[in-house]
């Protein structure tokens, strides 16, 4: 085991690419359908084949799903987008080459910015987002000799998302992996699924004494399938890196494969013997010309960012900043909140309402927050009369609420008044009540006029019990008050 002060000799340096699957109905240069869990091999034209003769097509859509995201991370988007060949070999890569940018990416530079879990924030420079296609996929049968290979998947859309080497430990690389995937879900152009594979991430990494200038040589790790192994592998890495160093050993370039298993990382290739990609810009395809009008359209199509959420939920709503970042960390919540901010008045009931007893009920009854019964404006009513002195927040949660959730036909002011719910704040009727409670108390009350104030609060609770909890504590409070003191 290395100590900490060892391990504190040494800066860890990360750079992340990030592979995302786009949400297009067809394939990035076929009419090929993109969708996942059909029969292998049943939408592989002959364009995705790369059979002789055939002519590759740039889809439209997945070119504006990458500027959207290019101008969400802020980098400049590429107007002349010149494609690449980038030639290998691979069972599962049909034409021998992929279609890819390499000189000219479609977004370049730009920033993710981040928040740690301390509440700390920074940004993350990114190098380039190019666009390229996906490979088929390779199955192994256990048992089997043969490689099978499903060619469904090859030609879907992908960005690239590659970062700077900038970030400086798991966190932060778990941090912006969080933030790239809460970004593709906003802009509605990958689903953000680690686990099945629609966001795909190789981590860089590389130690360096502390204080020097020089990067270390880095390690690329391939196959995490989620946030947490990323992470691991990241933790992994540099232990591993440091133990090396700190025997004098040479880091190698190489490209290592990760096992959640054990949670260590193995070689799988070196990059020493890096492959020739005898990269040529692709002949079959024509540049694809991004006008300023195509630019305009796709910029005043994007829909709110979250951190510009963030920024109008602190500023205009004066939410505290744990508060804006609960509710815009999924675009449907905060899209939802919005809504409810549309009616209400009173913006932090709104907040606490969204974060205690909606996300409950969603969370118990793992749902999302589109299947959530209750819409905005019934939600704002039920805020609004607990806000006009209507109902007591214990009344409109307990019993309220849960009628709403279970019929959303009524408005939760029917509810009140069905079920006899409303809060009594008219003095004539709540007199005899605090009356009565006194006559049945009266050894305390005299305790209370020889001093014991703190016996108001047992008063308070008969006169609620006694009004089934409808009393208005304040106007409670006040007759009380002016009985006692007498
Ligand atoms: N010394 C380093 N330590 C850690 N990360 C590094 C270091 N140098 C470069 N990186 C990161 O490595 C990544 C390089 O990605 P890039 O796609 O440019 O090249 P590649 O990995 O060689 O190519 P390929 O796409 O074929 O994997 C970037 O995210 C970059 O920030
Ligand atoms: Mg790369
Ligand atoms: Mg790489």
Redesign the pocket.
């Known amino acids: 085991m290395l100590s900490a002060e060892t391990k504190n000799k040494y800066e860890l340096?990360?750079?992340?690419?990030v592979h995302a699957q786009l949400l297009t109905k067809s394939k990035m240069y076929t009419s090929d359908s993109t969708e996942f869990g059909n029969l292998p091999n049943t939408h592989i034209s002959v364009i995705t084949l790369g059979h002789p003769g055939t002519l590759p097509k740039v889809n439209r859509k997945a070119v504006e799903f990458a500027i959207k995201m290019g101008l969400a991370c802020n980098s400049e988007i590429t107007r002349n987008n010149i494609f690449a060949r980038?030639n290998y070999f691979y069972p599962d890569l049909p034409k021998g080459y992929q279609i890819t940018q390499d000189k000219n990416p479609i977004c370049v530079g730009g920033e993710v910015p981040i928040t740690l879990p301390d509440g700390s924030k920074r940004s993350i420079a990114l190098?380039?987002i190019h666009m390229e296609e996906d490979a088929g996929k390779s199955i192994h049968l256990a048992g089997e000799v043969d490689t099978l290979v499903d060619f469904n998947r090859a030609g879907v859309p992908l960005i690239?998302i590659?970062?700077?080497?900038?970030m400086r430990s798991s966190e932060e690389a778990y941090a912006y992996l969080a933030e790239i995937k809460k970004l593709v879900r906003y802009l509605d152009i990958c689903d953000g699924n680690m686990e099945e594979g629609s966001l795909r991430c190789?981590a860089?990494?590389?130690v360096?004494l502390k204080g020097s200038k020089e990067?270390?040589?880095?390690v690329?790790v391939k196959n995490m399938n989620s946030f947490r192994n990323v992470s691991r592998a990241i933790e992994h890495e540099f232990e591993r890196q440091v133990i090396m160093a700190e025997a004098g050993k040479e880091i190698i370039s190489e490209?290592r494969t990760f096992d959640a298993a054990t949670g260590t990382t193995a070689s799988m290739r070196s990059?020493e013997d890096l492959?020739d990609?005898r990269y040529f810009p692709e002949p079959d395809l024509s540049p694809v010309i991004v006008s300023e009008e195509w630019l305009e359209s796709i910029r005043s199509s994007m829909p709110p960012l979250p951190r510009e959420l963030f920024h109008k939920f602190v500023h205009e709503y004066g939410l505290p900043d744990y508060d804006a970042g609960v509710l815009t960390d999924s675009k449907e919540i905060a899209l939802y909140f919005e809504e409810l901010c549309s009616h209400v008045k009173n913006f932090k009931a709104a907040s606490n309402w969204m974060m205690g007893p909606v996300k409950s009920y969603l969370n118990e009854l793992t749902l999302h927050i589109e299947d959530f019964p209750v819409s905005a404006i019934s939600l704002a009513e039920l805020i609004a009369i607990i806000d006009e002195g209507k109902v007591s927040f214990t009344v409109a949660s307990q019993k309220i609420y849960p009628e709403m959730l279970k019929d959303n036909s009524k408005t939760p002011l029917q509810i009140a008044q069905e079920l006899n719910l409303i809060q009594q704040s008219d003095e004539g009727s709540l007199k005899p009540i605090v009356e009565s409670v006194l006559s049945e108390n009266k050894a305390k009350v005299e305790e209370y006029r020889s001093g014991k104030k703190g016996l108001m609060g047992m008063f308070m609770g008969q006169v609620m019990k006694k009004s089934q909890g409808k009393a208005d504590p304040k106007v409670a409070t006040k007759i009380l008050t002016e009985l006692l003191e007498n």
Do not use: A, H
């Open positions: 340096v990360i750079g992340l690419e980038k190098t380039r690239e590659v970062s700077e080497p900038d190789d860089n990494v590389s360096m990067y270390g040589k880095k690329e490209t990059k492959n990609y």
